[in-house]
């Protein structure tokens, strides 16, 4: 059973920086797609940052590009989300995610379709002070 957890939420003040981590138990890692979503309050899980297989790709909702940045370490079957410059509107739980299927044809056009995941952690609290 593929687990996901994440981890190097906390509280910052609006400017700073932080770097979560999602650890992925199980096999096949380096086969798959993540991505990064978050959801405030009340609202809708969202959207913020994929990447692909390799790492090679990777995609930003509009929000965060040029201020968050994801990567992955497949050896160590983690991948990252550096966030800088946050504002307090970044305040909000923060997932990282599993796509549904490996060496996907599908992501590079869906990759912020928060269905197309199927193995979700559960949550990092992230929250910007202003």
């Known amino acids: 059973q593929v687990q996901l957890v994440e981890s190097g939420g906390g509280l910052v003040q609006a400017g700073g920086s932080l770097r979560l981590s999602c650890a992925a138990s199980g096999r096949a890692f380096s086969n798959y797609a993540m991505g990064w979503f978050r959801q405030a309050p009340g609202k809708e899980r969202d959207f913020v940052a994929a990447i692909d297989w390799s790492g090679g790709r990777t995609f930003y909702a ?5 201020r968050f940045t994801i990567s992955r370490d497949n050896a160590k079957n983690t991948v990252y989300l550096q966030m800088s410059s946050l504002k307090p509107e970044d305040t909000a739980v923060y997932f990282c995610a599993r796509w ?9 056009t ?11 952690g559960p949550g990092t609290q992230v929250t910007v002070s202003s």
């Open 100 to 108: 549904v299927n490996t060496f996907s044809t599908t992501f590079t």
């Open 110 to 120: 869906r990759y912020n379709v928060k269905d197309n995941y199927n193995i979700w």
């Open 62 to 66: 509009d929000s965060v590009k040029g």
